[in-house]
C-alpha cells in the first residue's frame, strides 16, 4: 500500500490532564478563598454596637456569597469541560491560564463593589468593574468551552453530539450579555447591578443536563 492512501491523522500534542486539573483546582480554591479576607471583624470601642457594626457590613456579606457562588459555579463547569478531555495541548493550556487569571481578579473586584455599593461617590463605576470583571470571565470562560468542543474535538474523551454542543456553548454564552446589562446597569444604580448578578447566579444554580 503506498503511503498516499494512508489516513491521514491531526497532529496531537498531549499534556496530562491530571496536572491542569489539580493547578486549576488550586487557583481557584485560592480565589474563592480571598473572597473572606473582606469579612473584617469590627473592633471594639468604635462607638457603635456590634450589632450596628455588623449591619453596617451587609455590603460585604451580599457580594461575598454572590461573588462565592459565582466562582464556585465556574468551579463545577470547569470542572466538567475539563473532564470531558483526554488530553490538553498548548491552546488549551494557554486559555486556561487566562481563565484562572481573570478568576484570580475576581476578589478585588468583588472588595471594590463592597466597599463602593453604599457611598455617594464611587458606586457606579464601582459596580461597572465588578460586573465588568465577570463579562470578562465569562467571554473568556466561553472561549475556552468553543475551543475544547469545536477547535480541539480531537481531544475529547467521547464524541458529543452536534445538539449537546450547541446546548453547551449557548448556556455558556448567555452570562456574557447579562453581565453586560448588568454593568450598564451600574450607570444608574449600583443596586441594580447587585440584582442582575443575582439573578444570574440562581439561574446557575438550576441543574443542567445537555442532551
Known amino acids: 500500500m503506498s ?3 494512508a ?3 491531526q497532529p496531537v500534542e498531549k499534556y ?3 496536572r491542569v486539573e489539580a493547578f486549576s483546582d488550586g487557583v ?3 480565589a474563592i478563598t480571598l473572597l473572606v479576607l473582606d469579612l473584617r471583624v469590627p473592633q471594639p470601642g468604635d462607638g457603635a454596637g456590634l450589632a450596628n457594626q455588623l449591619a453596617e457590613l451587609w455590603p460585604n456579606y451580599l457580594a461575598y456569597v454572590i461573588s462565592f457562588l459565582a ?9 466538567a469541560a475539563l473532564r470531558r478531555l483526554k488530553g490538553a495541548d498548548h491552546a488549551v493550556l494557554v486559555a486556561n491560564l487566562l481563565l484562572l487569571l481573570c478568576i484570580v481578579a475576581l476578589p478585588f473586584s468583588t472588595s471594590l463593589f463592597a466597599t463602593y455599593l453604599t457611598s455617594p461617590t464611587g458606586g457606579h463605576l464601582a459596580a461597572i468593574v465588578y460586573a465588568g470583571s465577570f463579562l470578562v470571565t465569562s467571554l473568556v470562560f466561553f472561549a475556552l468551552q468553543y475551543l475544547i468542543l469545536v477547535r480541539r474535538r480531537h481531544l475529547l474523551r467521547e464524541p458529543l453530539t452536534l445538539r449537546q454542543q450547541r446546548s453547551l456553548l449557548l448556556r455558556g454564552v448567555l452570562a456574557a450579555p447579562v453581565y453586560l446589562v448588568a454593568a450598564l446597569l451600574g450607570l444608574v444604580t449600583p ?5 442582575a448578578c443575582i439573578l444570574l447566579g440562581l439561574f446557575y444554580l438550576l441543574p443542567f443536563r445537555s442532551r
Open 28 to 30: 481557584i480554591a485560592v
Open 71 to 79: 466562582i464556585g459555579i465556574m468551579w463545577i463547569n470547569h470542572h
Open 16 to 18: 496530562g490532564i491530571g
Open 191 to 195: 443596586y441594580l447591578t447587585l440584582a
Open 3 to 5: 503511503s498516499d492512501s
Open 7 to 9: 489516513p491521514t491523522r
